[in-house]
């Protein structure tokens, strides 16, 4: 079997977001599509994408904000997940914080929830769930507690399907290391990008680490990969099947390393 996961994270979190993930759906190469509910952009992607038969919609569960910006809050009541805000009335920047702020588990399930009906009432069919920043590598018992309400909602779990494609993070900026990647890979992998259409929207964004600038380009990078039709074609040379959550096989738990989750942030 050679076959990956594609999926593209940050849906409803902007206009330039939108666009982007949109017309990589429209190529075909994205099966899969994360939601940030607590997005100012919600409404905006269901009305360009819930009704795409061909993707595998999940849910984005954020309670970090790592902008200095652009910021996201809780979905649910602020009084009901007061643990998960800062001195800035949003989430916080992010989950490292949690070393010295750490929140409360049943709150964060209750803002998952909140994120949830959410996405449902927009339009979307949410059949899995992953994290935005994994915070999960920072709260003790939170991995456990997500995979208990995954479970209530029908919801397919992320953390058996993270083998990451090696050099994920490579292919925007060189692709033609897809293809080498592509003759020699074997067996199920995921690949996940951040697609955004570069212009001012996206250059609102950034932090210390990382300028605005910098992420409106890297952004719109894997806008460019998604959107090119020759890697589709080139899955199709190799023999590689682009999958869906819902059709993909389950594999071993990964736990993230620190290393791992620089990667996932970025």
Known sequence: MKAIITRADDCGSSHAANEAIYEAAEAGFIKNVSIMACGEYLEEAAEMLSDKKEICFGLHGCINSEWDQVTWGPAAPKEKVSSLIDERGVFYQSPEKFRVHMPKLEEIITEYKYQLEDARKAGFKISYMDSHMLPEVYVPG???????????????DHKWYNRVLPGNDLYAEKPYLFEKTLKKMDGQYLFIMHPA??????????????????????????????????????????????LRYDEA????????????LKKEIK
């Not at 939170?142 to 397919?156: C, D, Q």
């Not at 096989?249 to 791992?260: A, H, R, W």
Request: net charge neutral; glycine share 6%; with cysteine.
């Open 249 to 260: 096989v389950k594999g071993q738990e990964i736990n993230f390393n620190m290393t791992d």
């Open 197 to 242: 259409k570069y212009g001012k929207e996206m250059k609102l964004t950034g932090n210390r680490e990382f300028s605005g600038e910098r992420v409106a380009r890297a952004r719109e990078l894997d806008y460019r990969f998604l959107t090119d039709y020759k890697n589709v074609m080139l899955c199709k040379q190799y023999k590689v099947e682009l």
């Open 142 to 156: 939170l991995s456990e507690a997500m995979s208990r309400m995954m479970e209530e909602e029908g919801l397919i």
